[in-house]
């Protein structure tokens, strides 16, 4: 319990209330936006989600973002599982929610502990690499534990997840920059 308060005690009430908002976000826009992809992708043999993935993980690479410190991308993720879990709501995998929400966490993490310089999502590149590998983390990850699916739509559902989850990303640098702009959000300088 000791390493628990010494994690969350790196986080500020405002970092704690950025990662929150983009948990509740994310889960909410995830069925619309799945169920939006499933008319693309449903004729590929892809799931849904690959494409979706782009938008709902978004949301995570805007909360790492914002708030900039390590282990944050990961604990939106376990904030999420732990959300959809308790609610019931859309996309749930029973308890392998905490791994198949927390997994593209990770991987953001990951990248932007390699990418030292660039953990508030600074420029473009940043934005597309994180939301890339945490949809492909996730893509990965649910096409392990719950599809079979072929070679061929597996390299299919990887490619576009990472298509997807790098415009997301994209897209997440850009609200984060207009965020910051507005002052919004705390300036990185």
Do not use: E
């Not at 986080?11 to 929150?20: K, R, V």
């Not at 597996?154 to 984060?176: Q, T």
């Amino acid at each position: 319990m000791n390493w628990w308060k010494k994690f969350i005690k790196r986080f500020s009430p405002y970092n704690l209330a950025i990662m929150a908002l983009v948990s509740a976000i994310g889960i909410a826009v995830k069925p619309i936006t799945t169920s939006l992809a499933h008319i693309i992708t449903g004729p590929l043999y892809v799931p849904g989600g690959v494409v979706a993935g782009g938008l709902y993980m978004m949301w995570i690479v805007i909360g790492a973002g914002l708030v900039g410190i390590p282990g944050t991308a990961a604990f939106i993720g376990i904030i999420q599982a732990l959300m959809v879990i308790i609610l019931g709501s859309y996309g749930t995998h029973g308890v392998l929610s905490l791994l198949t929400y927390s997994v593209p966490g990770v991987f953001i993490d990951l990248l932007l502990l390699i990418m030292r310089d660039h953990r508030h999502i600074c420029c473009p590149l940043c934005g597309f690499l994180a939301g890339a590998v945490a949809n492909i983390g996730g893509t990965c990850i649910v096409s392990l534990a719950f599809f079979n699916l072929p070679l061929i739509p597996l390299l299919l559902s990887i490619s576009l997840a990472a298509l997807s989850g790098g415009l997301g990303g994209l897209l997440a640098f850009y609200i984060i920059t207009q965020l910051r702009k507005m002052k919004i959000a705390k300036s990185i300088d």
